[in-house]
């Protein structure tokens, strides 16, 4: 069973450029997360998808963030235009459902902001 | 608010020594805690949970880790460390109500020397 993968692994844009990441989900998880590292920092929760519905979005830092889920499997998350913080590892995880189900991660997209 | 404590940034243990990795929370109720581990060039990795019952729990690569409510702690423990286990290790809760999005401490990196 293919896990959850993640596009690319690293990208390096300037400030003010555009980056979309993209998570492809473990098939058949309804529930997708969206999770950011800064450096030094814990890794923090962006949102939370219940197939193609963001169910919770409060650690989305602003609107310049948008993620999607069209059809309920894999997820994009856009960032518009980048600034010097956004810099950091976006991991994206799924689970077969809530709560005390393991959320299984990907391997993180690093992005640098320059 | 929900929050974990890791102490200890970076932990250097010798081969074959024992290991203890602490974690502190904050929770009101009794908490779900996880541990997670993070190998280079990799998704993170589920090690253990606790949600109830017996408060030392069994993981995998022969991890353990012990709830201790009395004093608001989760701590991983392994008898005989490996080359291998070096990695960064995250303690997390999750979150309540919802039981959602999970909440991590600020990782301890683990080096093994020979």
């Known amino acids: 069973e293919a896990g959850v993968t993640q596009f690319p692994s690293h990208s390096v844009i300037e400030k003010g450029q555009t980056v979309t990441l993209r998570c492809d989900p473990i098939?058949?998880?309804?529930?997708l997360y969206w999770y950011r590292r800064v450096m030094g920092k814990e890794i923090k929760f962006l949102l939370h998808?219940?197939?193609?519905?963001?169910?919770?979005e409060s650690g989305m830092p602003n609107n310049r963030f948008l993620a999607e889920r069209t059809g309920g499997t894999y997820s994009t998350l856009k960032v518009q235009p980048a600034e010097l913080e956004d810099s950091g590892v976006y991991f994206c995880a799924s689970s077969l459902g809530q709560g005390g189900h393991e959320q299984y991660f990907g391997p993180g997209t690093r992005l640098t902001v320059t | 608010a929900q929050s974990v404590t890791q102490p200890d940034i970076h932990i250097t243990v010798s081969e074959g020594a024992s290991l203890e990795l602490r974690c502190n929370y904050s929770?009101?109720?009794?908490?779900?805690l996880f541990w997670y581990v993070q190998s280079p060039g990799q998704g993170l990795q589920l090690l253990l949970k606790y949600f109830s019952g017996d408060t030392l729990v069994q993981g995998i690569k022969g991890f353990e880790a012990e709830f201790k409510r009395s004093q608001s702690s989760f701590n991983l423990r392994k008898p005989s460390v490996h080359w291998s286990d070096a990695a960064e290790y995250f303690c997390?809760?999750?979150?309540?109500?919802?039981?959602?999005?999970?909440?991590f401490g600020t990782g301890t990196r683990l080096l093994v020397s020979p």
């Open positions: 998808f219940v197939k193609e519905s963001k169910q919770d």
């Open positions: 929770y009101g109720a009794t908490p779900y």
């Open positions: 997390a809760v999750v979150t309540f109500p919802g039981f959602q999005k999970l909440v």
């Open positions: 098939s058949g998880h309804d529930n």
